[in-house]
């Protein structure tokens, strides 16, 4: 037999559903950025490192894997960027209806890992 639940409790198990999904959401996001930075900058370091016995032909330098993993880990931090404004977006939409929603843990670790991204785009930059 089951048991039926009352109004308020399911609005609270719907309010809980859809802020975890939001939060997997974000999740995905900073895990697939996070893929982006880190192949972006091992395959930048693994291209600096083999190119200082020689230097790099100028086609190499600008259209060379170093150019590629920079653009990959711009794309990433840019990426985790806007995964966590819209996930802000939405957070604050579902706070506007019911305003008792939970804080997100993981737009915390969105900020973090995009503050590592922007200092190895930075090392990469400037070939610190």
Not at 54 to 67: D, H, K, Q, V, Y
Not at 92 to 116: E, H, K, Q, T, W
């Amino acid at each position: 037999m089951q048991q039926e639940t009352s109004g308020p409790d399911q609005t609270h198990l719907a309010l809980e559903r859809t802020f975890l999904a939001y939060e997997r959401t974000l999740m995905a996001w900073i895990r697939t950025a996070t893929s982006m930075i880190t192949f972006g900058f091992a395959l930048y370091k693994f291209f600096f490192y083999m190119h200082k016995e020689r230097t790099p032909t100028l086609s190499e330098e600008i259209f060379g894997a170093r150019t590629y993993g920079l653009c990959m880990m711009g794309f990433g931090v840019i990426a985790l960027a806007l995964a966590a404004w819209q996930h802000r977006q939405q957070m604050r939409a579902l706070r506007n209806v019911y305003p008792d929603a939970p804080r997100s843990l993981s737009l915390v670790l969105a900020g973090l890992i995009a503050g590592l991204g922007v200092l190895g785009l930075t090392a990469g930059a400037f070939r610190l």
